[in-house]
């Protein structure tokens, strides 16, 4: 019998993205009683689990069996009117043809990476940024230009520089930007107005595209900034929404909003991967809520557990550690002089306590040494209070 060599049958264009490390090797494997501040999903008792509930049932006493077939129920146009409602709220006017629903924010991202990217072309990303963007981005390129964020959110002056001294020289711009302005994912920071017109500025100047992801845009302490999309004058930019941080992240729903002939290209290669199911569930959960009053319930929680978090490390943590204050979303960002975070995570997980080391958020693993993530949006107050404690106590050793 022939051995059979599966290496030998995987595509050209895959191969050299096997060479990374494989998804999802950032996630420490957590012991049960570990506190979680590593965790970037919604505190368990934010889940609307019996609301979803009712609205299976809901749905099936109304429709019977037609969410479960392939073409699904009226309900699945419903959740594209209640997106469009939402993004309309926020300054983001956008037809039917300007949407699609996809299966969370990062099949968003993996479908614009797909139609965008070709083997050779340039991803202009922030540094440090969502690690599981950069998985994604990596399947598809290795041609990155890696532009520091600071408190305010990306430079957007280095970033000109760069394409300043790329033009010149005749090296390729990239293609489209990926950014997070909101409520960074790891930073917490989020860009400023004169940042936000200064970037859009540079996308027509350099002509590329901006791929905005607003997965925590609406969680807003005080007021939400403007998007970059509601901003865009020229289509520049393709907008990512989720419902996994505002509703629950495993009913997998998220949008792109852009020029329609873009949606259309994506629209193309999603097929009919829908899951018709899930998405007339959320449409009637949707219509039975005031969404208003959930997002000021969630903003509240949210404020409140991020102010705990603050205080904690005000009390426990050496004069040398600093952070970013969030105004919103999930995340604080820890720098720890001369600390590789990555080294101390075994140690604080030993304390029970956990937290993402911040070299997974930087293309070159060397970066972010000395930084981690913590989110206060998982673990209650009183387990905040108590990690950040051991976290201190640690560090103080
Ligand atoms: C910046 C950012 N984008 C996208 C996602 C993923 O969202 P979804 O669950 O909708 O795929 C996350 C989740 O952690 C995130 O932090």
């Known amino acids: 019998m022939m051995n059979m060599d599966a290496k030998s049958f995987i595509s050209k264009t895959?191969?050299?993205?096997?060479?990374?490390?494989?998804?999802?090797?950032?996630?420490?494997?957590?012991?049960?009683?570990c506190?979680?501040?590593?965790?970037?999903y919604p505190a368990p008792a934010l889940v609307p689990d019996q609301e979803l509930k009712a609205a299976v049932v809901r749905l099936l006493d109304e429709e019977r069996d037609l969410p479960l077939h392939y073409l699904g129920s009226p309900h699945i146009d419903k959740l594209k009117e209640q997106i469009q409602d939402r993004l309309d709220e926020r300054g983001m006017r956008v037809s039917k043809e300007e949407l699609l629903v996809t299966s969370g924010a990062c099949q968003a991202i993996d479908l614009i990476a797909r139609i965008l990217l070709d083997e050779e072309s340039v991803v202009a990303i922030e540094a440090p940024t969502y690690m599981e963007a950069l998985e994604i981005f990596r399947n598809y390129t290795n041609q990155y230009i890696s532009i520091p964020v600071d408190e305010h959110g990306l430079q957007t002056d280095l970033l000109e520089k760069e394409l300043e001294e790329r033009?010149?020289?005749?090296?390729?711009?990239?293609?489209?930007?990926?950014?997070?302005?909101?409520?960074?994912?790891?930073?917490?920071?989020?860009?400023?107005?004169?940042?936000?017109?200064?970037?859009?500025?540079?996308?027509?100047?350099?002509?590329?595209?901006?791929?905005e992801d607003d997965a925590y845009g609406e969680l807003a302490f005080g007021e939400s900034p403007e998007t970059l999309k509601a901003m865009d004058k020229e289509g520049r930019v393709l907008h990512i929404g989720s419902l996994s941080k505002v509703v629950a992240p495993g009913m997998?729903?998220?949008?792109?909003?852009?020029?329609?002939?873009?949606?259309?290209?994506?629209?193309?290669?999603?097929?009919?991967?829908?899951?018709?199911?899930?998405?007339?569930?959320?449409?009637?959960?949707?219509?039975?809520?005031?969404?208003k009053v959930r997002l000021e319930m969630l903003k509240n929680t949210y404020r409140?557990?991020?102010?705990?978090?603050?205080?904690?490390?005000?009390?426990?943590?050496?004069?040398?550690?600093?952070?970013?204050?969030?105004?919103?979303?999930?995340?604080?960002?820890?720098?720890?002089?001369?600390?590789?975070?990555?080294?101390?995570?075994?140690?604080?997980?030993?304390?029970?306590?956990?937290?993402?080391?911040?070299?997974?958020?930087?293309?070159?693993?060397?970066?972010?040494?000395?930084?981690?993530?913590?989110?206060?949006?998982?673990?209650?107050?009183?387990?905040?209070?108590?990690?950040?404690?051991?976290?201190?106590?640690?560090?103080?050793?």
């Open 304 to 397: 409140e557990k991020c102010a705990v978090m603050l205080s904690a490390l005000q009390e426990n943590m050496p004069e040398s550690v600093t952070w970013y204050v969030p105004k919103g979303g999930y995340f604080a960002w820890v720098r720890l002089p001369g600390v590789d975070t990555s080294e101390l995570l075994e140690k604080a997980m030993a304390e029970g306590v956990a937290y993402i080391p911040g070299k997974h958020f930087f293309l070159d693993s060397v970066e972010g040494k000395e930084y981690l993530r913590l989110s206060f949006s998982y673990a209650d107050e009183k387990e905040i209070g108590e990690g950040i404690k051991k976290l201190g106590k640690l560090i103080r050793k």
């Open 252 to 291: 997998r729903i998220g949008w792109v909003a852009g020029a329609s002939d873009f949606i259309t290209t994506l629209c193309w290669f999603k097929k009919d991967l829908e899951h018709p199911f899930a998405h007339s569930t959320m449409a009637t959960y949707l219509e039975n809520i005031d969404f």
């Open 14 to 33: 895959i191969k050299p993205a096997l060479k990374n490390s494989p998804p999802g090797e950032w996630m420490p494997s957590i012991t049960e009683n």
């Open 167 to 211: 033009k010149r020289t005749g090296l390729s711009l990239p293609r489209f930007l990926y950014t997070i302005p909101t409520f960074q994912n790891p930073t917490g920071t989020t860009l400023t107005l004169e940042r936000r017109k200064h970037l859009l500025e540079l996308a027509s100047t350099y002509n590329f595209l901006i791929v």
């Open 35 to 40: 506190i979680r501040l590593n965790s970037g």
